[in-house]
């Protein structure tokens, strides 16, 4: 992991630690599950200088930074790696906990279901520029533009390591790599002998803005088995089921001024059932690989949208299949997602008068190819590319059906001298929604005054491309106004009027120019410290904002006061600077918006079974060129993560604090519902004691001191939450 605290701070800490990363105590990492090239071999000039790097340092291996195998301290961007053994201590029981501790990337969680995270810049609902992966697989929704993070279809514990990229990778990932990669990289079956059961339950308040809702429940269930036959042939199997009751609703009026009352609608929890299977062929050879996988997921429960919250059908499901290949350095996957699911908005009505309801479908096929190759004992070449097909059948966007993408990639790691390395490459991408091709360029530029210690002074450049709904959204939302608000004469009367919803299909891409200055280094063979600062540039950001105002020549149907009133609505600005009462919203490209920020971080060693780690995250009020800053959601100012991990041969421990400055968000609805979050303080802690090598029992504590947490403005509230968890494991261990 990347960490980074104030230098003086960092500095004391290395005395008697030193590491990466908030949750991802830096534990040796074994290479990845999926098949990849072999590490790469380095150069006779670097060999010498190599072999004398700390064990640890040799053994933190990642793949996503470049596609290929290599050290984490000699990656060409700012990589987090949270390992096994924090993982399986974690309290977390969603991904949002999982990985909030990570330095820069801005979580929330506004339902027992809805996660988002966004690295180096603000997340929000439906976050849209984060890629995430499993094993190299998207699990990013094409028609939507968002990571459906319950669609996972693995029990945590089947997890080798995370690897999270702080900062856009579409040089070599392509689309939606916008901000960041979180790349998931499960363990293979040989990695996994052995038969595994758990079973958890809890409960977590619902007491909010002083209303008790009494206690929810949340329970989980999962199994697993794998083997291997003989030499070649090796097999897992898993199944697991999550349920979780809603969480609470905040009440009472908005925190922003304008008297509107949070609405009144039926909360839902979730309920989540998984199964996956895999098969492993190893070719006597040694050096041919297939992996053969298909698995499904399924999900129920509150997703929110910049349209209100919408309530996912019971049998909503994500299945895919996937065949991957390699020899040697070359490989070649294949994977096919199909998605089939039903929601219905809870606060948006149509002309109809009814719930707007959502059906959604979505085949997506794609075919990857990719080599590694050395030339003249200087130069590494990272080459690949992909073709992807979707089809869509989705009633809120009817206007279209399919849409087609491709991309090549080629990456050269030159080997400049025993101390300097410059990483150069780039990626050229071609969509059927887009006019033209999208070129995304990086070159890193890599000082090693020591073999475990690295400085990095960085240039890349990503893109978004629009989604299927941004193209191509079209319905009529019923909106509802108090008109008690603009004459107390009229106290209790509503009037609804209409709002068009509507698609844009001559959106361009959003891209990212992202400049870095990092370091990375092991200390000591124990403690890894990170640090970094970076400016990104965007341009052309995709919002979904209001586009049109009934004025008083223009008033809507049925208007019940006098067409000058609609003047005075936009004169008072409660609708957002320079908007009306709302008749239109749509998706547009801004202009241009600076983020900045400081990482500091260390991770390390403190014994044997005891690691720790702090961080630090300075992320300034975001710069917009062209536009107003109401249209935009504000990250926390500050970010702070300390813990520690511990892992006896019969306790094991977690004990971890998140502290998060208050935020700003403007991305549900209008600005009546527009507001700030208050800072906020989490605690969470894990006890677990072996009562065997075959049980191990744990008690996991999430908001351990029962804070009142809202992490969205429109979000659920957290309070504590409580479980109690049971494993067993039996039969061979790797």
Sequence with gaps: MTCRPLTGLLLGLLLWSGSASPTAAQAPASPPAQPQPPPQPPPPVEAEAEAQASQKYEEEVIVSASRTEQALVNAPATVTLIDSRVIENSPATNYAELLRAVPGLNVTQTSARDINLTSRSATGTLATSQLALVDGRSIYQDFFGFVAWDFLPMDPQEIKQIEVIRGPASAVWGANALTGVVNIITKTPREQQGSAFALSAGLFGRQAMAVDRGNGALFSVSASHAAAVNDRWAYKVSTGYYQQDAMARPTGPIPNGTGTIYPGFANSGTRQPKFDARLDYDHPDGRQRVVMQGGFSGTEGMIHTGIGPFDIDRGTYLAYGKVNYSRGATR?????????????????????????????????????????????????????????????????????????????????????????????????????????????????????????????????????????????????????????????????????????????????????????????????????????????????????????????????????????????????????????????????????????????????????????????????????????????NIPSRHRVNLGANYTGARMIGNLSMSYASDAYWQDVLDSRYHGTTEAYTLVNGTVGYRLSDTFTASLKVLNLFNQEIQQHIFGDVMRRQVVLEVRMRVGARP
């Design 332 to 632: 070649l996957n294949t994977f096919v997602n199909r998605v089939d699911g039903a929601a219905t908005n809870l606060l948006a009505v149509g002309v109809d008068g009814r719930p707007i309801p959502f059906l959604f479908k979505n085949t997506t096929m794609d075919v990857e190819a990719g080599h590694v190759a050395t030339w003249r004992s200087r130069h590494v070449f990272s080459m690949g590319g992909n073709f992807r097909y979707n089809a869509f059948d989705l009633s809120l966007a009817p206007r279209e059906d399919s849409r087609t993408e491709g991309g090549v990639y080629l990456q050269d790691e030159i080997f400049l001298a025993p101390m300097w390395r410059w990483v150069v490459g780039g990626r050229v991408d071609a969509f059927s929604v887009l006019d033209g091709p999208v070129f995304s360029p990086r070159t890193t530029v890599l000082f090693k005054p020591a073999p475990a210690h690295t400085v990095r002074l960085s240039y890349n450049r990503a893109y978004r491309a629009p989604s299927l709904v941004n193209n191509f959204l079209d319905t009529s939302i019923i909106n509802q106004l108090d008109l008690g608000a603009l004459n107390p004469a009229l106290a209790g009367r509503a009037y609804n009027f209409p709002v068009a919803a509507v698609g844009n299909e001559t959106l361009t891409e959003e891209s990212l120019d992202a400049y870095e200055i990092g370091y990375s280094g092991v200390i000591a063979n124990r403690a890894t410290v990170s640090a970094a600062v970076y400016v990104n540039d965007s341009r052309n950001a995709i919002f979904f904002t209001q586009n049109g105002s009934y004025r008083a020549a223009t008033p809507p149907p049925g208007w019940p006061l006098p067409p000058a009133a609609l003047e005075l609505i936009l004169l008072s600005g409660r609708f957002g600077p320079g908007n009306g009462l709302p008749a239109s919203f749509t998706y547009l490209n801004f202009g241009k918006v600076r983020q900045k920020g400081v990482e500091l971080g260390v991770d390390t060693d403190v014994t044997r079974t005891l690691t720790a780690f702090a961080n630090y995250s300075f992320q300034p009020t975001p710069e917009p060129s062209g536009f107003d800053i109401s249209e935009l």
